[in-house]
Antibody
Framework: QVQLVESGGGLVKPGGSLRLSCAAS????????MSWIRQAPGKGLEWVSY????????NYADSVKGRFTISRDNAKNSLYLQMNSLRAEDTAVYYC?????????????WGQGTLVTVSS | DIQMTQSPSSLSASVGDRVTITCRAS??????LAWYQQKPGKVPKLLIY???TLQSGVPSRFSGSGSGTDFTLTISSLQPEDVATYYC?????????FGQGTRLEIK
């Protein structure tokens, strides 16, 4: 079965950096676009970024553009999110999600999420 | 950017009721709309895509309709396990915007 397991969250000071990872299993990772979506405490869902199956194409929300970088390693079945210049408003649970194959950029499987807290 | 607005923000209904949640796009998005269910403390789950296609395994009491700018999610007979927050998401192009969510409770 499809499994997505995020790691790398934690407490970081404003201006700091963090790298999130997502380990995928149960499907052919290299066939799928992947995405990061976040949810601030008690708030709604916010799409952050997606990456194409071969890493040739990426896209970002304006709120993270220039600060966050999405990447993947298909040999390791892993997705990453490098987060730099972190701000308090980046505090959220970050979900790794699989983008549906061939039907459009929506999300058919989600990981359990990893909490990122940006605070001094 | 296209904005997605859900209404109502919250609602309370009785078991067995027919429940309708609306999602409106600020510009036309054809049928590039998905609905998700997030139960308290849980991960979001895909319910519907292409505005009206039920994801595999989702109960048939859930249905979606609409095209262009106006969309609805309907639960034909509300069950206790449907207590959740529901989100719409547009995917015609980036940014892949979600609605603000509709919190559904049992009366």
């Amino acid at each position: 079965q499809v499994q997505l397991v995020e790691s790398g969250g934690g407490l970081v000071k404003p201006g700091g950096s963090l790298r999130l990872s997502c380990a995928a299993s149960g499907f052919t990772f290299s066939d799928y676009y992947m995405s990061w979506i976040r949810q601030a405490p008690g708030k709604g869902l916010e799409w952050v970024s997606y990456i194409s199956s071969s890493s040739s194409y990426t896209n970002y929300a304006d709120s993270v553009k220039g600060r966050f970088t999405i990447s993947r390693d298909n040999a390791k079945n892993s997705l990453y999110l490098q987060m730099n210049s972190l701000r308090a408003e980046d505090t959220a649970v970050y979900y790794c999600a699989r983008v549906s194959y061939g039907y459009g950029l929506f999300f058919d499987y989600w990981g359990q999420g990893t909490l990122v807290t940006v605070s001094s | 950017d296209i904005q997605m607005t859900q209404s109502p923000s919250s609602l309370s209904a009785s078991v067995g009721d027919r429940v309708t949640i609306t999602c409106r796009a600020s510009q036309g998005i054809s049928n590039y709309l998905a609905w998700y269910q997030q139960k308290p403390g849980k991960v979001p789950k895909l319910l519907i895509y292409a505005a009206s296609t039920l994801q595999s395994g989702v109960p048939s009491r859930f249905s979606g309709s609409g095209s262009g700018t106006d969309f609805t999610l309907t639960i034909s007979s509300l069950q206790p396990e449907d207590v959740a927050t529901y989100y719409c998401q547009k995917y015609n192009s980036a940014p892949l915007t979600f609605g603000q969510g509709t919190r559904l409770e049992i009366k």
